[in-house]
């Protein structure tokens, strides 16, 4: 008996399928859907607990660059609630992402009884690819464009508008008190001494027995630069939105060219246009810093570049023409085979 073949246009005949009810669907999907959110939920708790740490990571790019352009590394809230809806708002963001893969698990188990061997083997490729693509985003906002971006935006903040003290003579008899300057506390200190705190840009004093305050310190900038961590936090997940989708050009191109909308030698041609694209979207979807638009511009063209590759050398035939998976449980096309 002569095996299944399969063309990613095929209609699917009614009797290969797992015919189900209607009612039947409805408590699939319900099933699916709790399922759905016991393990988002789940992940939430977890996350909850862990919020201080994922802030503390979030804000490092930032603090860094503050840091590099002599200025104390603190952010500021203007409101009792704001740092417990920043707390509130990474957690749950952070749970959502991780929790993508159940969420797309979930869909898989709800729609994969319907499908042919060779339809799944295209999800096999796809979701492991996106999730790929999805973690290269973060890491290159994280890594690269968060940390040259903040650093020369807070620097041209701080030298853009600049005074000169200038220099007077001492009153007779009167001498400059000396503050030792540290990277961080000293071991031992006691009530009313101070000292600097280069670390944290801080004047510190000790102000009873183990309890220390401080106030930030500023270069000669006329700009006190002060970031409130609730608009912080958005900035990054709105960046983090945008790349994630943004590393998804090379999946987008493939699928027009396993349809048969568009074809890598149509393409090619148009490499001068792209780049125009790349660069508005740069302009549009950044802090609007030359090098961070440069930066974007520059991933989504080689991402576009990635995407003539994947039209050239993964064509439908051969993911439709592979060996069926371990997946399928019996119901993929080989399983005619005479």
């Not at 890594?143 to 971006?149: A, G, M």
């Not at 396993?258 to 508005?280: E, Q």
């Not at 995407?307 to 993911?319: D, E, H, N, T």
């Amino acid at each position: 008996m002569p095996s299944k073949t399969f063309h990613p246009n095929q209609p699917k005949p009614i009797a290969d399928a797992k015919v189900m009810g209607f009612g039947d669907h409805l408590d699939e999907l319900r099933a699916r859907l709790i399922w759905t959110l016991l393990g988002l939920g789940a992940l939430m708790v977890g996350f909850l607990m862990m919020g201080a740490p994922l802030l503390e990571f979030l804000i490092v790019p930032l603090n860094n660059a503050l840091a590099a352009n002599d200025i104390s590394p603190s952010l500021l809230a203007t409101s009792p609630i704001e740092p417990f809806a920043a707390y509130l708002k990474v957690s749950m963001v952070m749970a959502l992402l991780v929790g993508v893969p159940w969420v797309l698990y979930q869909t898989w188990l709800f729609i994969s009884p319907g499908l042919y061997a060779g339809e799944r083997r295209f999800v096999y490729v796809l979701l492991p690819m996106s999730a790929v693509l999805t973690a290269a985003g973060f890491a290159f906002l994280y890594k690269i464009l968060l940390p040259i971006s903040l650093t020369f935006l807070i620097g041209f903040g701080s030298n853009i508008v600049r005074t000169e003290p200038g220099a007077v003579a001492l009153p007779e008899g009167a001498q400059l008190s000396e503050i030792v300057v540290l990277a961080g506390d000293p071991e031992v200190f006691t009530k009313g001494q101070m000292w600097v705190n280069t670390t944290l840009g801080q004047l510190r004093v000790c102000v009873d027995d183990g309890l220390v305050m401080g106030t930030a310190l500023q270069g000669g900038g006329l700009i006190a630069q002060q970031y409130r961590i609730g608009e912080y936090v958005s900035l990054v997940f709105w960046l983090g939105i945008v790349f994630a989708l943004a590393f998804q050009l090379p999946l987008v191109m493939m699928l027009t060219g396993w349809t048969g909308i568009l074809r890598a030698d149509d393409l090619t041609g148009f490499r001068k246009h792209v780049l125009l694209v790349c660069a508005v979207a740069g302009a549009i979807f950044t802090p609007q810093d030359p090098l961070s638009m440069v930066l974007l511009a520059g991933a989504l063209y080689m991402l576009y570049e990635l995407g003539l590759i994947l039209m050239r050398f993964v064509p439908a035939s051969r993911i439709a023409g592979s060996s069926a998976r371990r997946h399928d449980n019996g119901t993929d096309g080989d399983e005619g085979d005479a």
